[in-house]
């Protein structure tokens, strides 16, 4: 998928990383999130070419049942904004995995241009998610297999090489 270069080359430009923390072992995380899941390293990589810039943020007390979720912070004209929290006392592997699947659901917005804030991204998913809980909290299959196999990599190497069918 071709998205606009212009704007990524605004909102990644002089070396703003698409993924960003406060945090450099967050930060070491996520690199060793490219190092070692194919799948996790073509998401970053697409993320790079898009509008989106991705915040993360470890969190001590995640709401019951949630080990990450993504929100809408904001959108300038060049970029958007969003923030992925997951669950700090996930393992390493799992945080990995977690990240990996909410920034799925980041290049999921990243196709969608019309996605400006919590209501539009909403409505997003409305159309073509699936409701997870009672309340706004939607799942895309699409993030849900990203997450699977990102584990699946990092937990067994091995199976890299022998499994296409992603
Ligand atoms: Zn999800």
């Given at each position: 998928m071709?998205?606009?270069?212009?704007?990524?080359?605004?909102?990644?430009g002089?070396?703003?990383?698409a993924?960003?923390?406060?945090?450099t072992?967050?930060?070491q995380?996520?690199?060793?999130?490219?190092?070692?899941?194919?799948?996790?390293a073509?998401e970053?990589?697409?993320?790079s070419?898009?509008?989106?810039?991705?915040?993360?943020e470890?969190?001590?007390?995640m709401?019951?049942?949630?080990?990450?979720y993504?929100?809408?912070?904001?959108a300038?004209?060049?970029?958007?904004?969003?923030?992925?929290?997951?669950?700090i006392h996930?393992?390493?592997?799992?945080?990995?995995?977690?990240?990996?699947?909410?920034l799925?659901?980041?290049?999921e917005?990243?196709?969608?241009p019309?996605?400006?804030?919590?209501?539009?991204l909403s409505?997003?998913?409305?159309?073509?998610?699936?409701r997870?809980?009672?309340g706004?909290m939607?799942?895309?299959v699409?993030?849900?297999t990203?997450?699977r196999?990102i584990?699946?990599?990092?937990?067994?190497?091995v199976?890299?090489n022998?499994d296409d069918d992603?």
């Amino acid at each position: 998928m071709e998205i606009q270069s212009a704007a990524a080359a605004l909102c990644h430009g002089a070396g703003s990383p698409a993924i960003r923390s406060n945090f450099t072992w967050v930060d070491q995380l996520v690199l060793n999130g490219i190092a070692h899941s194919a799948t996790f390293a073509s998401e970053a990589q697409e993320l790079s070419t898009s509008d989106l810039v991705v915040f993360l943020e470890p969190v001590m007390n995640m709401p019951s049942e949630l080990s990450a979720y993504l929100v809408f912070m904001s959108a300038t004209p060049a970029c958007r904004f969003v923030r992925i929290r997951y669950d700090i006392h996930l393992s390493d592997p799992r945080a990995i995995a977690m990240i990996g699947h909410e920034l799925r659901h980041a290049l999921e917005i990243a196709n969608h241009p019309e996605v400006v804030d919590n209501l539009t991204l909403s409505a997003m998913y409305k159309r073509f998610g699936k409701r997870v809980t009672d309340g706004e909290m939607y799942d895309s299959v699409e993030a849900v297999t990203a997450g699977r196999i990102i584990l699946q990599e990092l937990l067994n190497p091995v199976a890299l090489n022998a499994d296409d069918d992603r």
